[in-house]
């Protein structure tokens, strides 16, 4: 993960200035910061459990076992038994499977879509730019949850769909920022030459403009994928996306409902196994903004 | 320490974005948006159950509106009415739906669930079968001719006496505007024999028309007021003659009314009673235990432990399951129109065991077959026992097997999929579909659930649709059969549902028999022989027979649940400080 991360440091040389001594000592700093630790450790943990999930030694999800129905936690279910006997535990570990997976998709879809528009409008500007950008200011009128609630609403129930609808509405603020840092490293001196070299626009912007702007998209991504969860998750709670018996956080949230009062446990697990999931990003995002941002850039732990 | 500010911020934001989701589940936000009443009878299925009236006028002067009228009470607050010498509370009711206009000829329920309208003849506690009401008797003349005399001292809200006249105007009124009505009723012509004695003669045999009284649109209204006052202005007529008047009315919102001092029961306790439309069940039972309500319908097996363990609140019902909750079974779709693989499913699913997690001692019991035991008691006609090991057999011999290896089997390459539908505003249909999936998924069927609309129930895009009715209409267990199979009790009208498109020519031959018969004893048995072919054909799987469960507070006073669907408040329920 780290590593990763470094890998994307270096390869953003305009908005990671510093020497390779100091980025070195950033980074042991990052490391320090117990935020970003904590970040790292629950986003790690998440993605190992969902990513073991089929292979780990848990119980059916959808195994449905009337007779065992509302079990308190045991040494047989970790975390009890839902409302209709299946086990909560083997649940909120694959449904963190399915909500990882959803929020890596519709964060994958949003991005490429944001990435398209944002690049074609900063580097072309003129009408392409008045056009698209009239599209998202459009868009941005209208709260992104809502906006998603009626795509999916219209595409009808499903997991696939939800994430379309999400994919669908969720690029939009990030097409305004992508142009804005695309418009900048446009009017960069090495982009006016490689243009003087004779380069063509898709050589400039896959070779010199992409991998400057990448930076801030890394850092929105990460910051985005909690939010991406929050979203998903209340869709799938609205009945919107994952369908019986899929086990997923919003969808548990949903079916606890009834539980309220006689079995809390039921919805506290879900609720926190989101509030986990979305704290976890949030913090990593907030780590790897401070080391990529340049206004944060000369120290992680300024005050 | 501005980073740690912000660190502390993006600790906040998820955790009070968490609490917010639970807060909006508690309030019940995320629920089904707006719909109609799931449940429309045979009587109702033509009548305009859609939305399609206007909400009532509130702020129009009206003649009800003359009388004292209750502010909008406060959470749990009893209201003041204008009269100085004697102060009534108002009671705050949660119900589901609020989604019938309120003339009865429109349909009627709310009218007669809210205590605004009165029948004829209504369903007794006792038996469920029809009482004299706003009639004092009923005698069958001849088979085509009946003498019914009519209760005097009964006024109608706007002042004017209900005599025969009155009930003649009302009756001639219905079959002119709601078409189900005349189609049940076979009215030809009401005459008045004198002020308290109406004739009515009907086109063909109607052994049980005090029974057919009790539909909510046979309720009796002051026609020429109801018409005068013309669509969307029926509050203003003063036209019914219940001991409730409605003042304010938004359709799936809220009802308000207040009490009617000259009715001929007795002068109600109650200002009023005001009734908030709650579809979400948890919603519904928070409003009570928050001192919003006073009383709630419908209460979940949850809610009942909940309401019991509650002080100052209690559990009430007349503990008779006067409502089936099933799955139609779609004939016209090509899984379920092969009889082995619907008997396939039949036997794949426990439905008892369902039942008890739906509606478990003291909300329900097991229905094997559609009618309750305490309609009719049909001994040797048994639903498809739960039986995997059949269910798979009768899957082999329909020519499907589990070709690939996957659990599931398949026909000439094709898998087995089946969709279970449903509405979520009834709480048992998404567990009933969540378990049926799992158990037809032991014998190898793949299923889909959509927990959808109600109204989904009208396109062609499931094979089970979870349902929730009342089973006890008219008190008749002719009728009750008939209007699931697509049949009235005549077996001639085209007002009962039959959404599964289930081929009903064996079901009508034998209903056909019950024509002219008037023996109560005789129709059981004729219900029971046509019963014998619905269960035998699988035309529906009955899961439960719920009662109306109440949650009510110690507050609520005379309140003594009627098991049926029809009749939520009576004149004598009132409320203490």
New interface residues.
Partial sequence: MIRDAEHLAESVPVLAVGTSARRRRRWLALLW?P?TVLGLFLVASLLLAGLLSPWLPLDDP???N?PE?LLPPSTTHLLGTD??GRDTFSRIVHGGRMTLLAAITTLALSMTIALTVGILSGYHGGWPDTALMGVVDLLLAFPSLILALAVAGALG?GLFNVLLAAGAVWWVGHARIIRGVTMGARQMEYVTAARAAGAGSGRIILRHIAPNILGPIVVIASLDV?WII?GI??LN???LGA???TPEWGAM??DA??????EPRL?LLP?VA??VA??GF??LG?GLR?LLDPR?ASS???? | MRILLRQHIKLIVPGALVVLLAVAMACGAPSAPAENAPAPTAAQSQAPVAATAVPQQPAQPSAASEQPTAPPAAAGQAATVADPEVERPTLNAGVIWLSTPLDPAESGWVASQSGMSENLFRLSASDLGPEPWLATGATQIDPLTWEIGIRSGVVFHNGKAMDAQAVKDSLDRTVRLSEGSAESLAIDSVTVKDEQTIVVTTSEPRPTLPGLLTTPAVAITDAAAADAAGEGNFIDAGALTGPYMPTHYVIEERLETVAYDDYWGGKPPLAGINQIAIPDTNSRELALQAGDVDVVINLSPEGVQVIEAEPGLRVATAGIGTSVVMWWVNFEREALSDPLVRQAVAHAIDRESIAGLVAPAGTGSFADTLLPEDLVSCPGVAGPGFDPARSRALLSEAGYADADGDGFVEKDGQPLEIVIGGYPQRFQLPIMAETAQAMLADVGIRVDVQITEWSVVKEPAWDLFGWYNNVVDAGDPVLNVSKFVGLEANAESSAANNFGHYDNTGVAGVVSQAGDVSDLEERKRIACEAMAVVTEEIAILPVAHAYFVYGVSERVTNFDPHPAHLYYFDHRIGLTE
């Fill in positions: 910061e935020g959808t195994e449905i009337l129905r409302h209709l129930p909690g929050l998750a209340g709670f609205l009945g369908q019986p018996p949230l949903n409902r009834p539980h309220l009062q006689t919805l609720g989101i509030f979305v704290l949030n913090l907030d401070d944060t992680p732990r300024s005050s």
